[in-house]
């Protein structure tokens, strides 16, 4: 069991800063690191990971610095989002050069109890620049697990990867955290995140936007102004109606669609079906059409 | 109106991998989406329209002109906007769009103007004149993009124009694609893997498995397809339950989806058209539930393959 | 800290590097190309001519190019794309993966640079004019290989920056100003082979020439593990 | 459309700013080829690319204008009647530079395109991957005649003023100029094959090295001892292995002013030629082929 913390880490690059005071902690369990592209994941995975030195602040893995300290990664496995450049190696040869450089007892193995868990045994006698990229990760994971280690940092670990790979990935990662292994992935998909992560940890633009359970945080986002398209039976209206009511703040027309601005979700939400009946309109969608993480978290940050 | 692309009995192989198989289509004016998993045979397609490839078998004609002796017309008139990254990273957007402009036979100041105004509209303003290397990734589509419309093309080939983007970067490309199928009159042929985007923007959708023509119909017929509704209250899953409980005692089939209700299509006694979003709204009415969102559920492809693989067995 | 000097494994992966790629058959060429000439042109005419190859050719440009080669096969392809950061996630001294890179890339400067110049200088004649000759070549090739491997670990242009150092340098400069000599590795080698054979040229003092080869070895090798020490990954955001 | 404001003092007008079509003249396939042959060139040169990328070619170009100049500053303060190094020798003596020139710059032309998988957009433009990879070529061959010609014309200049003789010097420096084509048509096949296939940077500049400096070493060295062991038609023909050999010999048989071991004449004078024009023409199908297979890639 281990716990990575971040106390106040900032990192910029001249006048560029792309991780601004953030302060969390990531603890056994999948955790998955949150954010629209450019929001500084990568820096933060690099600050944790060793890679980087953080500009201000301090990044520990139980209590002792990552920075120049090889010793952490005794207990870290990285899954680095660069390619593996080293194609003329088998799936095997690569996973046990890792288990090699930890110097483990009996490298041979780890290797082979490794490659089954990421269910790569069969094609592990293949050299990698044959493998596909949904191969290519899992041997990659494989790699970083080979010396069992407590904390498991993926940066983007599924981007390319097709969706029955992913399904796949997904699966060996919640087993992971089962175990008590403290799992960070990153990704720039709600989607993703909502799958296989229950706490979350969320960057804008450098900043740590929100953190805690995926669920709370998801009704946190819907508790904000919205903007809403609708479609029924009579638009014109229904924009009349909804024009009425005191938690609408605008209406517009948009093509066979209703642009509805929404500054309390809760009452509007509760009076629209209502409405919609007492004067026989069928609603036949209703859906936010601004759910970007970006906008949604521009939100959270600006408050 | 004449097709864009048509194709008769189209077939690619390398060797004993069969990239494309007897395929005949027509593709139209507006915006086309291909669909597939990777390595259906997508690529493999738009560089066989654009003459970079040779098929093993079969015809195609794009524009009014015949793969095999018009290449260079046709490259002439289109546009084409690769999967993989083809940016050079010490290039600012601003050059090497203009360049690549002239290299589609612009004039210097017409190639500079139109480059301008390509990178507007696709929405990149202070950073063209930044080298490319520096670009996040929806920066970078969006230079691919410029490219492929530098020359004003007829029609423009977009392969995974969403890749690697984020939602509000896919969103903004997936607006932008539908603009250039309909504002700038340009036909676009736009591949995904996701069924549920090209839903959003194309007229037409095509779908191909392993080099198969899978299917190939005006969107509409998808949603049409697909029948299910997605239904969310405000709330946790105890509010969530309710509804589910109630909607199913009168006789829908419903199912727990995340924080959503996912509606299967309805019974026979409720297929009338807005039957089913009736029922919801009035339960939703009767319980006090706050309803934040009914919509047709997003087909994906992968049910696509399976209504398919059912009938095609 | 683990105080390991050496590391089989890195240096394993450092010769599938070296060994696995088409790149091999470029070093590969080198020496087959210098001994076939030698032998070549000793049958023909006899030793003293074809020895005269050695100095103007195998010395002053394959031995450089092979260490260039080397060096840059072995940190340079990792260090550009990142992947490097597969062997740092390890609790691998730093110094240790910059000394069992340079081995490696020691080794093969004196299997394909070194050890080819002394088969062609036996080939020759002169049995001590050949091991002056290597010696020269060996002392060379140990501070080529840990200046190259410096360079590969600071810069993505290493290869052209270590060809302008031995190209304009030590050659072209060299050969038109003699002081150069004090500060051109090719020739310190020649001076300490000079020890060995009065065939060699002496372009400077002994001690400076042994004190500077080691100065410039150590300081290479500290300098490329100091790099990977500070190894910083950075995203494209 | 933008409505040209008519009338009154009190007009507005709001400027369309939504797509626009482009019905204006298209080049044809001989303009795009221009077009991309001049930027090539000024590639080549770093020109209308990033200052660093400026600094390898015009640093190589100084340094090898730098003796020509202090060789007119020789000439026209003292007296003399002749040039001290012919036209085509200078080449020959500066052949480091003009190899390394070729060698660094090659893969701005011929690598970066499919290292970073540009080709791709070249090739569904109209120019074809036959035309793309002969017009690049082209680029490089008169970037590096270039190359030669500056020092050559500098010399020339400094020679008239000097007052030497005008009709034997336009007559040496015509040889070298057409020599230096030859040399550049070569050279630029050589390294453009070389880059078009080895697509890292370090390993392209290395393999050009081997194929300019280190062959031309190992051909010099050969030719030297046949020549004094006697064995003249050995120590000519070894000559048509290395490009600056070809280059050396041509200029000899020619009478452009540079002395080789052996005099190149009678039989080997059309071999010579012979190999020079196939040893290009080999370099331009491969490039050919290789861009061939990329694009259908």
New interface residues.
């Given amino acids: 069991m281990s716990t990575l913390v971040l106390d106040s880490a900032s990192r910029w690059?001249g006048n560029v800063v792309?991780v601004n005071d953030v302060s969390l902690s990531v603890g056994p369990g999948v955790t998955g690191l949150l954010g629209?592209?450019?929001?500084?994941?990568?820096?933060l995975?690099?600050m944790m990971?060793?890679?980087?030195?953080p500009s201000s602040g301090h990044v520990t893995l139980d209590g002792q610095p990552v920075w120049?300290n090889?010793?952490?990664?005794?207990r870290?496995?990285?899954v680095?989002?660069?390619?593996?450049?080293?194609g003329?190696?088998t799936g095997r040869q690569f996973v046990r050069?890792?288990a090699?450089?930890?110097r483990l007892p009996d490298a041979a193995a780890a290797t082979e109890r490794v490659l089954e868990v990421v269910d790569m045994v069969e094609p592990a006698q293949r050299r990698l620049d044959t493998y596909s990229k949904g191969m290519r990760q899992r041997v990659k994971i494989a790699?970083?697990l080979v010396h069992d280690p407590s904390v498991l940092l993926l940066d983007e670990p599924f981007?390319?990867v097709?969706?029955r790979q992913r399904m796949h990935l997904m699966d060996l990662l919640r087993r992971l955290g089962d175990q008590g292994r403290t799992v960070l992935f990153s990704s720039?998909?709600?989607e993703e995140v909502?799958r296989l992560a229950r706490h979350i940890e969320v960057v804008v633009s450098g900043r740590h936007a929100a953190s805690g359970d995926f669920?709370a945080i998801?009704?946190l986002m819907?508790d904000r102004p919205v903007q809403y398209a609708v479609q029924s039976?009579d638009n014109r209206t229904l924009a009349t109606l909804l024009m009425a009511q005191e938690s609408v703040r605008a209406v517009s027309l948009r093509g066979e669609h209703l642009d509805v601005q929404v500054d309390d979700?809760?009452?509007?939400?509760?009076s629209?079906?209502?409405l919609?009946?007492q004067h026989d309109l069928?609603?036949?969608?209703?859906?936010?059409s601004d759910?970007?993480?970006?906008?949604v978290f521009a939100y959270l940050v600006a408050r | 109106m004449l097709p864009v692309i048509t194709t008769a009995g189209l077939t690619k192989h390398y060797g004993t991998v069969h990239a494309l198989t007897d395929l005949t289509v027509e593709v139209g004016a507006g915006v086309t989406g291909l669909v597939g998993?990777?390595g259906a045979g997508k690529s493999t397609l738009i560089k066989i329209l654009l003459g970079l490839l040779e098929p093993t078998g079969g015809h195609a004609s794009v524009l009014g002109h015949d793969i095999e002796q018009g290449g260079q017309e046709i490259r002439r008139l289109v546009g084409y906007m690769p999967e993989h990254d083809c940016l050079p990273p010490d290039v600012s957007a601003s050059d090497f769009v203009v360049h690549m402009a002239r290299m589609s036979g612009l004039g210097s100041s017409a190639a500079r103007e139109r480059a301008a105004d390509v990178l507007r509209h696709v929405g990149l303003d202070e950073e063209r004149y930044r080298p490319m290397g520096g670009y996040?990734?929806?920066m970078k589509q969006r230079a691919k993009l410029a490219q492929a419309l530098a020359h004003d093309p007829q029609l423009v080939f977009l392969d995974e124009p969403t890749?690697?983007?984020?939602?509000?970067?896919r969103?903004d490309m997936l607006r932008l694609v539908e603009r250039i199928g309909s504002d700038f009159g340009i036909a676009v042929l736009v591949t995904s893997?996701l069924l549920g985007e090209l839903e959003q923007v194309s007229d037409h959708v095509i779908v191909l498995d392993g080099g198969h023509l899978l299917r190939s119909s005006a969107t509409g017929d998808f949603l049409r397809r697909t029948g299910s509704l997605l239904v969310e209250?405000?709330g946790?899953e105890t509010e969530r339950d309710r509804l589910g409980e109630a909607l199913a005692r009168r006789g829908l089939t419903c199912r727990p989806r995340?924080?959503m209700v996912s509606i299967d299509p309805p019974p026979p006694e409720l297929a009338r058209e807005?039957a089913a979003?009736?029922l919801i709204?009035?339960v939703?009415?009767d319980l006090?539930?706050?309803?934040?969102?009914?919509?047709?559920d997003r087909g994906h492809?992968?049910d696509v393959f399976l209504q398919e693989g059912v009938t095609r067995a | 800290?683990?105080s390991a000097v050496f590391?089989?494994?890195?240096a394993?992966?450092a010769l599938?590097?070296l060994l696995?790629?088409r790149r091999f058959f470029l070093l590969l060429a080198f020496p087959v190309l210098l001994i076939g000439l030698v032998a070549v042109v000793t049958a023909l005419t006899d030793g003293a001519a074809a020895y005269e190859i050695l100095p103007r050719l195998g010395y002053p440009l394959v031995l450089p190019l092979v260490a260039i080669l080397a060096a840059s096969s072995v940190l340079g392809?990792?260090v550009d794309?990142?992947?490097i950061?597969?062997?740092?996630?390890?609790?691998?001294?730093?110094y240790g993966i910059a000394i069992s890179k340079w081995l490696v890339a020691l080794s093969a400067t004196l299997v394909a640079g070194a050890l080819p110049i002394l088969v062609a200088a036996l080939i020759t004649g002169d049995g001590t004019r050949a091991t002056a000759l290597f010696v020269g070549a060996a002392v060379a090739g140990t501070a080529y290989s840990a200046l190259f491997l410096a360079i590969a670990a600071v810069t993505r242009h290493a290869v052209i920056a270590s060809l302008m150092f031995v190209l304009i340098w030590e050659s072209l400069l060299g050969n038109l100003f003699t002081g150069v000599a004090w500060l051109s590795i090719g020739q310190w080698g020649l001076r300490i082979g000079h020890e060995l054979s009065d065939q060699l040229p002496d372009p400077a003092n002994l001690p400076w020439a042994i004190g500077a080869s080691a100065v410039v070895t150590l300081v290479g090798v500290w300098f490329a593990g100091d790099r990977l020490?500070?190894?910083?990954?950075?995203?494209?955001? | 459309m933008p409505e040209i404001p008519t009338g009154g003092p009190r007009t507005g007008v709001i400027h369309d700013l939504g797509y626009r079509r482009y019905d204006g003249p298209r080049d044809g396939s001989a303009t795009i080829a221009r077009t991309l042959f001049t930027t090539g060139l000024r590639h080549a040169y770093g020109l209308g690319r990033s200052g660093r990328s400026k600094v390898m070619p015009f640093l190589l170009l100084a340094m090898s204008v730098l003796p020509a100049t202090i060789l007119v500053g020789v000439l026209v303060l003292t007296p003399a009647t002749s040039l001290p190094v012919s036209y085509a020798d200078y080449t020959n003596q500066t052949q480091l530079l003009v190899s390394l020139f070729a060698a660094s710059q090659a893969p701005v032309l011929f690598s970066r395109d499919l290292r970073h998988r540009s080709i791709v957009l070249y090739l569904a433009r109209p120019l074809g991957a036959t035309a793309f990879a002969l017009v690049r070529w082209a680029s490089m061959a008169v970037a590096l005649w270039a190359f030669t010609l500056v020092p050559t014309v500098l010399l020339f200049v400094g020679a008239l003023l000097a007052g030497l003789d005008t009709s034997d010097q336009v007559a040496g420096m015509l040889k070298a100029v057409v020599l230096q084509a030859g040399l550049a048509v070569l050279v630029a096949g050589i390294t453009g094959a070389i880059s078009s296939v080895s697509l890292r940077r370090g390993f392209a500049v290395v393999g050009s090295v081997m194929a300019l400096i280190v062959l031309t070493g190992v051909v010099t060295a050969v030719q030297a001892i046949s020549a004094s062991e006697g064995a003249e038609s050995a120590s000519v023909g070894v000559g048509l292995a290395s490009p600056w050999s070809l280059y050396s010999g041509l200029a000899n048989a020619w009478d452009a002013g540079i002395t080789t071991q052996v005099p190149v004449d009678g039989a080997w004078v059309p071999a010579y030629v012979l190999v020079t024009l196939l040893l290009s023409a080999g370099c331009l199908l491969g490039l050919v082929a290789r861009f061939q297979k990329v694009g259908s890639r």
């Fill in positions: 690059f792309a629209p592209n450019g929001a500084g994941k990568t820096t995975m690099a990971s060793g890679f980087l030195a120049r090889t010793d952490v990664y005794r870290i496995g990285l680095p989002e660069r390619e593996l450049s080293f003329y190696l050069a890792n090699d450089l930890h790699a970083a981007n390319g097709d969706p720039h998909i709600l909502e669920g998801r009704r819907t039976s979700l809760g009452s509007f939400a509760v629209l079906p209502g919609a009946r069928t609603v036949f969608e209703l859906s936010p759910e970007s993480l970006e906008s | 998993a990777n996040s990734t929806g890749n690697g983007l984020d939602p509000a970067a969103t893997h209250v405000v946790t995340g924080p807005g979003h009736d709204r009035d939703a009415a006090g539930l706050g309803l934040m969102r009914l919509q047709p492809l992968e | 800290m683990t590391n089989p494994t890195i394993t992966l599938q590097a696995g790629r392809p990792e794309d990142g992947s950061a597969y062997l740092l996630s390890k609790p691998v001294n730093r020490r500070s190894f910083s990954l950075r995203g494209e955001d």
